[in-house]
């Protein structure tokens, strides 16, 4: 497992920097969290790399650039109440864990989220609360939510989401835009929702229904 010195880390930071990843504290979460834990044995070759990976169940590692990106866009702190969809490896709610108060994380497959629990469980991130279900309907019990990260792709924008979101709150998701997927930055103000497009990205899917016992 890399550490926050190992040259290939360092090495990611910088190409971070150079991609236009301006925020010290992500650049710094990034840096003290090991990526190699996260990918699949067969890649780890690749894993300090700034590419995608293939993971279980047919889904993906994000980007290195892509996780950054969208963590800078969501402006997290360490108040902030952050709902994310779609575990995954973990490696993005182990970002957000060293910026955020507490992160609420959603995975549909279950296999998925025993293994990024147990990579929480070694980096001791104790503010992270993981959920099997279905993500596109959010965590209604626990809501509002200052913060709001998809790393699934919604077909539309996500309002039941948005419901959930506090005013002043912000969210992070990709979306479909016919043959394109944008990712999008929405602002709650009062009953009003601003949007941003952060430019184009390639996302799996975001899946509604049933979590699966894959």
């Known amino acids: 497992m890399a550490e926050p010195h190992d040259p290939r880390?360092?090495?990611?930071?910088?190409?971070l920097r150079k991609a236009g990843i301006t925020d010290k504290a992500v650049l710094g979460a990034i840096e003290r969290t090991p990526r190699d834990l996260f990918v699949a044995p067969g890649f780890l070759d690749q894993a300090w790399e700034n590419r995608p990976l293939p993971i279980d169940c047919g889904q993906t590692i994000s980007q290195p650039y892509v996780v950054a990106l969208m963590t800078q866009?969501?402006?997290?702190?360490d108040r902030c109440k952050?709902?994310?969809?779609?575990?995954?490896?973990?490696?993005?709610?182990?970002?957000?864990?060293?910026?955020?108060?507490?992160?609420?994380?959603?995975?549909?497959?279950?296999t998925l989220?025993?293994?990024?629990?147990?990579?929480?469980?070694?980096?001791?991130l104790t503010n992270i609360v993981t959920r099997i279900g279905d993500g596109s309907k959010g965590w209604p019990e626990q809501?509002?939510?200052?913060?709001?990260?998809?790393?699934?792709?919604?077909?539309?924008?996500?309002?039941a989401l948005l419901e959930q979101l506090k005013?002043?709150?912000?969210?992070?998701?990709?979306?479909?835009?016919?043959?394109?997927?944008?990712?999008?930055r929405y602002e709650r103000r009062g009953d009003e929702i601003a949007e941003t497009a952060l430019g184009d990205v390639r996302f799996v899917p975001l899946v509604p229904g049933p979590a699966r016992a894959l």
């Not at 880390?9 to 190409?15: E, H, W």
């Not at 866009?73 to 702190?77: P, S």
């Open 113 to 124: 989220l025993k293994a990024a629990e147990a990579r929480f469980e070694t980096l001791r």
């Open 73 to 77: 866009a969501l402006k997290v702190d």
């Open 9 to 15: 880390t360092i090495q990611l930071v910088m190409a």
């Open 82 to 110: 952050v709902l994310e969809i779609g575990t995954g490896s973990g490696y993005q709610a182990a970002i957000l864990a060293r910026l955020a108060r507490r992160v609420y994380t959603i995975e549909r497959y279950r």
């Open 143 to 159: 809501a509002p939510f200052d913060r709001i990260m998809v790393t699934a792709a919604a077909p539309e924008r996500p309002e």
């Open 167 to 184: 005013d002043g709150g912000l969210c992070v998701a990709p979306v479909q835009n016919g043959p394109v997927q944008t990712l999008m």
